[in-house]
């Protein structure tokens, strides 16, 4: 059974992978930039809370549509003390990307904003009581997500997801 952080700091890992996943980038072409994203995606990472690293197993479902320029994700991400269970939606306008984000393992919150520049993403994901930043990057059937919220109880998270893996 999974331990449930409660403290709003340790929330701000979970809208950071959110905004990760929603904002990955695909090759260039004309679609919008989360046209390589739809379908299932899942695989390992590892998250620090409290100072300790822990391994991290991650789900992902994306819904892709507007030509690639809208996303809804459902992710969900678990270690031995800690999981959570993310929701959201993010639009694609001339570069920037905005959106919502839901958790409901800890009855959390938010706002994603930030760039899409040469494959590169540069989000902020934040909620009335932290911010987080991350950046992500999507090669062909494989995502990389970094990110960092330093002073928070969970203060870092690395996820490597591939598409099509269950």
């Known amino acids: 059974m999974f331990a449930r ?13 959110l905004a990760a996943t929603m904002l990955a980038p695909t090759a260039a072409r004309a679609d919008g930039p989360f046209t ?9 990472g590892a998250i620090t809370v409290n100072g300790q690293k ?3 197993r991650c789900r992902a479902d994306y819904n892709v549509k507007n030509a690639g320029s809208t996303v809804d994700l459902s992710i969900r991400c678990a270690s031995d003390s800690y999981k959570f269970n993310l929701q959201g939606g993010v639009n694609y306008v001339n570069g920037s990307v905005s959106g919502n984000w839901s958790e409901s393992a800890h009855g959390a919150a938010g706002t994603i904003s930030g760039t899409v520049k040469d494959g590169i993403i540069r989000v902020s994901a934040s909620g009335p009581y932290f911010s987080a930043l991350l950046s992500m990057n999507t090669r062909g059937t494989t995502q990389q997500i970094a990110l960092n919220s330093p002073g928070s109880q969970i203060s870092s998270v690395t996820i490597s997801l ?3 893996r269950r």
């Open 5 to 17: 952080l409660k403290a709003p700091s340790a929330v701000a890992a979970t809208a950071a992978v």
């Open 162 to 164: 591939a598409k099509g």
């Open 36 to 44: 390589g994203l739809a379908g299932n995606w899942s695989g390992p």
């Open 54 to 56: 822990e391994r991290l």
